[in-house]
């Protein structure tokens, strides 16, 4: 069956990064779009970006730009969300979704001096 | 970018009521609506896609509707494993998706 798994929680001082990772199993990698969803604690979800696992191409949301790059390898079948300068703002549950489901189990990342 | 205004934002109501929830687009978005289920601590659950499809394995008593800019989720028959909060998203201005505000749905 089509499964998402992603790396285990964070915590990260107040302007380091953070990479999560989401690895992709039970179909063909490269022909669905994979998103990067965020959801603050107690708070909505809010969507980051997509990347296309075929060519590499993404699209950021404009709040993310320039802190935000997501990445893939084929090989792992793995996708990439690294965010830089992090804030105590960002902490939250980050999740990768594939284009139209289903959703990894989602990566706590805690930001705090 | 595209707004989704959903509502309400949250809804209270008994085992068995018909529960209607509404997302607005400030743009025409035609079909490209998802609705999902989010019940405390899981990754959200798509139930809805194509503003009216019914996902694989979702019980018949979810359904959606509209197009354009108004739509409309809704529950026929409330059950208590249903208690959970409800999204709508749209992904027709691909490739920037953007999410209602969520409805968070509680049993009276």
């Known amino acids: 069956q089509v499964q998402l798994v992603q790396s285990g929680a964070e915590v990260k001082k107040p302007g380091a990064s953070v990479k999560v990772s989401c690895k992709a199993s039970g179909y063909t990698f490269t022909s669905y779009y994979m998103h990067w969803v965020r959801q603050a604690p107690g708070q909505g979800l809010e969507w980051m970006g997509i990347i296309n696992p075929s060519g590499g191409s993404t699209s950021y949301a404009q709040k993310f730009q320039g802190r935000v790059t997501m990445t893939r390898d084929t090989s792992t079948s793995t996708v990439y969300m690294e965010l830089s300068s992090l804030r105590s703002e960002d902490t939250a549950v980050y999740y990768c979704?594939?284009?139209?489901?289903?959703w990894g189990q989602g990566t706590l990342v805690t930001v705090s001096s | 970018d595209i707004q989704m205004t959903q509502s309400p934002s949250s809804l209270s109501a008994s085992v068995g009521d018909r529960v209607t929830i509404t997302c607005q687009a400030s743009q025409d978005i035609s079909n490209y609506l998802n609705w999902y289920q989010q019940k405390p601590g899981k990754a959200p659950k798509l139930l809805i896609y194509?503003?009216?499809n019914l996902e694989t394995g979702v019980p018949s008593r979810f359904s959606g509707s509209g197009s354009g800019t108004d739509f409309t989720f809704t529950i026929s028959s409330l059950q208590p494993e249903d208690i959970a909060t409800y999204y709508c998203?749209?992904?027709?201005?691909?490739?920037?998706?953007?999410f209602g505000q969520g409805t968070k749905l509680e049993i009276k």
């Open positions: 979704a594939r284009d139209q489901g289903p």
């Open positions: 194509d503003a009216s």
């Open positions: 998203q749209q992904y027709d201005n691909l490739p920037r998706y953007t």
